[in-house]
């Protein structure tokens, strides 16, 4: 009997590190899973070590597929050819999965946002995505970055200002965030670490952390739509599963140290859009917000949100 040979469709996926990042995880989870292969798919995937680096790797056709924030690919994966411009294939995270936390010491001085005023800000680096979305939560209450002082500190130093309180309030990354409301040592401002929390300090939906393709080299409706697939099938696994079970399978740059992928697992559980769906509407807000609080090249024309979403045909999904 001859053997049964099954092509399988390659597609590079160039995925924004650091590798441990919960944003991207239903990536590795579903490399490490073999959804991917079960959908038909040979995906290799290449870290970048952020997400400009995978915004530019499918805009220069060295990627078919890249995994990075609505940020990265408007600020380095347009072109001035409509014909490459990017589709958003799967929506992954609302917003950056950061929480705006008031340190321990300021506790009774700051109560709302309003009380922002003059005062010190903890970010882990300048010009990170959730800048934006803390200005947009600023102009919300008729204020500007302008009249906070913003401090870069790097994750130990943003803990050490939370603790000391040489800072007034924080964007803490997750787990982190959540590590630090359950031990008491900060209270909570302002959450963008769900898409329900997102939106209800935002006002409206959001899209941040997404998988993109150009469109002049998508793979067929059915090879992407398998893609969706997989995804969803990851980020069901990762609702469900036990730290252990996705520590001996997924490769241990991935995992990073096992106490810390515990809590990484727990704050991502939550973390993602519902299958994986971005509306246009969402994606015009994001679009609103970046561009009033980001600078963005001139050379370049940001498509219509409609344009930018990726329609797959009925029959192959």
């Avoid at 680096?53 to 990075?68: F, I, K, P, S, Y």
């Avoid at 200005?135 to 970055?145: D, P, T």
């Avoid at 469109?215 to 997989?230: C, I, T």
């Amino acid at each position: 009997m001859p053997a049964l040979i099954v092509l399988l469709q390659a597609l590079i996926f160039a995925v924004s590190g650091p590798p441990t990042s919960p944003e991207y995880l239903p990536v590795r989870v579903a490399e490490a899973e073999g959804y991917f292969a079960a959908e038909g798919l040979a995906v290799t995937v290449r870290t970048t070590r952020a997400e400009s680096g995978a915004a530019e790797a499918v805009a220069q056709g060295q990627a078919d597929l890249a995994a990075t924030t609505l940020e990265a690919i408007l600020r380095f994966g347009l072109r001035a050819t409509t014909s490459q411009a990017p589709r958003l294939v799967f929506g992954l995270t609302a917003a950056p999965p950061v929480a705006l936390l008031v340190a321990g010491p300021h506790a009774d001085a700051v109560r709302s946002i309003e009380d922002l005023s003059a005062m010190r800000v903890g970010v882990t680096t300048p010009g990170a995505p959730e800048h934006a979305w803390f200005g947009w939560l600023l102009a919300r209450v008729g204020m500007s970055i302008a009249q906070v002082r913003v401090r870069s500190l790097g994750e130990r130093g943003l803990i050490a200002a939370i603790d000391s309180g040489d800072v007034h309030v924080a964007l803490v990354p997750e787990p982190m965030a959540s590590r630090l409301l359950s031990q008491g040592r900060a209270k909570l401002l302002a959450d963008f670490r769900t898409p329900r929390a997102a939106a209800t300090v935002l006002g409206s939906s959001t899209v941040n952390a997404a998988v993109f393709t150009r469109a002049d080299r998508r793979a067929p409706d059915r090879d992407l739509a398998g893609l969706v697939r997989a995804l969803r099938k990851a980020e069901q696994r990762i609702r469900v599963a036990e730290g252990r079970d996705l520590t001996g399978r997924l490769p241990a740059r991935v995992v990073g140290e096992p106490a810390d992928f515990e809590a990484r697992l727990a704050a991502s559980r939550g973390l993602y859009l519902p299958d994986g769906a971005v509306s246009a509407e969402q994606l015009q807000q994001t679009i609103t917000i970046i561009r009033t609080h980001t600078p963005l090249p001139q050379s370049v024309k940001i498509p219509r949100a409609e344009d930018m979403l990726l329609q797959l045909k009925p029959s192959a999904r």
